[in-house]
């Protein structure tokens, strides 16, 4: 059972701060991982991907993946009130079929 | 505008009964899924379908089929609906069902589903 595992929340932090949020996979092969965003009541959009060891960047955002410890990160610099949502982190396994598994995310909520 | 369409957006059901969801895409993507989410559960596959005419169980398939008769629509039955159905569920495509960075999912609205 291929298992995706996000740091209990909620999360809270204040407006300008950083948001650091977690995520580990139990499947060594994994090749890709994604974080979504979903606000309440709203479906899940991509904010980005990374499948590379290392950090990538995008705005506000960076995922950092370490695929030796089996863990990607995302962090929120300058975190604002419009980043209050849950955070969903992705993972594709191996394999030519494999699909995402899903973590159970994690709510932010960025204190004015 | 391009993009997943669902329908029912929500839905009171009794138990028993009969239930298709509906989803119909534009973007010409060959993969398509149905996810349930469940608070404290996340987002679970339900079934999914690689490209028109084919179909495969995910993690949560009993109880639901699915059926791809071409690109654009991917229906998902509840033959005789049950209570722990109740859910938020969601359809997705993506241009391939190989994720690379480059195929990523595109989620419809949701289908909010209450099973009494």
């Known amino acids: 059972q291929k298992e995706v595992e996000q740091n209990s929340g909620p999360l809270s932090v204040p407006e300008g701060a950083i948001a650091s949020l977690n995520c580990t996979y139990s499947?060594?092969?994994?090749?890709?991982f994604f974080w979504y965003r979903q606000y309440s009541g709203k479906s899940p959009e991509l904010i980005m991907f990374?499948?590379?060891?290392g950090d990538k960047e995008d705005g506000r955002f960076t995922a950092q993946l370490n695929k030796a410890s089996q863990y990607v990160s995302l962090l929120i610099r300058d975190s604002q009130p419009s980043d209050s949502a849950t955070y969903l982190c992705a993972v594709e396994g191996a394999g030519a079929n494999s699909k995402l598994t899903f973590g159970k995310g994690i709510t932010l909520s960025v204190r004015p | 505008i391009a993009g997943i369409t669902q329908a029912p957006t929500s839905q009171i059901l009794a138990a028993g009964r009969r239930m298709t969801l509906r989803c119909t895409q534009d973007m010409r993507h060959n993969a398509m899924y149905w996810y349930r989410q469940d608070l404290g559960l996340g987002l679970r596959l339900i079934h999914y379908s690689n490209t028109a005419g084919t179909t495969g169980k995910g993690e949560v398939p009993d109880g639901y089929s699915v059926s791809r008769a071409n690109t654009d629509d991917f229906p998902l039955t509840l033959a005789s609906a049950v209570p722990s159905q109740t859910s938020v569920y969601f359809c997705?495509?993506?241009?391939?069902?190989?994720?690379?960075?480059?195929?990523?999912?595109?989620f419809g609205a949701g289908s909010r589903l209450t099973v009494l």
């Open positions: 997705a495509s993506s241009d391939s069902y190989a994720f690379s960075g480059a195929n990523v999912l595109t």
């Open positions: 499947d060594r092969g994994s090749q890709s």
């Open positions: 990374i499948y590379s060891n």
